[in-house]
């Protein structure tokens, strides 16, 4: 019997017998030192999932440049300019009642 569950090298959800992790890629912020290792299908998803991973708690920029390579490389930066939509979070908080309406 095969189990569904999180791959501890990757991190995504799969069958355990099935999983394959996808390619793994060295991913950085433009111009910095400090990279990360990522897996992902395709270098461009690669550069999404950084941005998702390490920005999803700042009020950054719009716009992120993006360095990817093969993880382990050390050959040229592919560049991609990474787009950001923050998403808006509510959170509701109970305050009490209004006062009766009076007419
Ligand atoms: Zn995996």
């Known amino acids: 019997m095969s189990e569904y569950q999180r791959c501890e090298t990757c991190g995504e959800f799969g069958w355990v017998e099935t999983h394959r992790c996808p390619p793994a890629w060295d991913v950085r912020l433009d111009g910095e030192e400090?990279?990360?290792?990522?897996?992902?299908i395709a270098d461009r998803y690669a550069a999404e999932l950084f941005v998702e991973r390490c920005y999803e708690d700042?009020?950054?920029?719009?716009?992120?440049?993006?360095?990817?390579?093969?993880?382990?490389?050390?050959?040229?930066?592919?560049?991609?300019?990474v787009e950001v939509d923050w998403v808006p979070e509510a959170t509701a908080t109970y305050v009490g009642e209004s006062a009766p309406q009076t007419t």
């Open 34 to 40: 400090r990279l990360r290792a990522v897996f992902a």
């Open 58 to 81: 700042l009020d950054g920029p719009r716009l992120v440049a993006i360095g990817v390579r093969k993880h382990g490389s050390s050959g040229p930066w592919k560049l991609f300019d």
